[in-house]
């Protein structure tokens, strides 16, 4: 599918807010409702955008400690990544699972409600999952969103 300069225009004003109204975004980029719409349609139809997702604020709800970890496997051969995948799945503390190429198989992105929290978190669930080996953690101290290059 190709993109024009406001297929692109809609996705960027999209990435900042999603709710806006098809009315509110058309004014914002010179375009009607109707005319905002049916681009919209079509780039979620060819799977450009793919959803929307609520964002919530980890802080708030109590979460303040944000770790990544790094994650090589022990044993490539003896536990398939699907189990490895399932059981880390089944951690509610685990928001990300990104299968790597490079020095650590997984990378993690872990939330807890303190340092004390998430030690339990790698001690009691990560440290035991199938397969896993060395683990490396990066403790998330600032964060800004940046919406890529569009």
């Known amino acids: 599918m190709m993109l024009d300069d406001l297929d692109h225009a809609i996705l960027r004003a999209l990435l900042v807010n999603a709710d806006q109204s098809t009315t509110q975004l058309g004014q914002k980029l010179g375009l009607s409702q109707p005319a905002t719409w049916r681009r919209i349609r079509r780039l979620q139809d060819a799977g450009v955008i793919a959803g929307r997702r609520l964002l919530l604020d980890a802080e708030k709800l109590?979460?303040?400690?944000?770790?990544?970890?790094?994650?090589?496997?022990?044993?490539?051969?003896?536990?398939?990544?699907?189990?490895?995948?399932?059981?880390?799945?089944?951690?509610?503390?685990?928001?990300?699972?990104?299968?790597?190429?490079?020095l650590y198989d997984y990378r993690l992105r872990v939330i807890a409600r303190d340092l004390a929290d998430f030690e339990r978190v790698l001690r009691r669930r990560i440290m035991t999952l199938p397969g896993v080996g060395n683990v490396e953690a990066n403790v998330l101290l600032s964060e800004e969103r940046r919406p890529g290059p569009l």
């Open 62 to 102: 109590g979460f303040g400690v944000t770790v990544f970890l790094g994650i090589k496997l022990a044993t490539k051969g003896r536990i398939s990544l699907e189990d490895f995948e399932r059981a880390v799945a089944a951690i509610p503390e685990v928001q990300r699972v990104e299968h790597m190429l490079g």
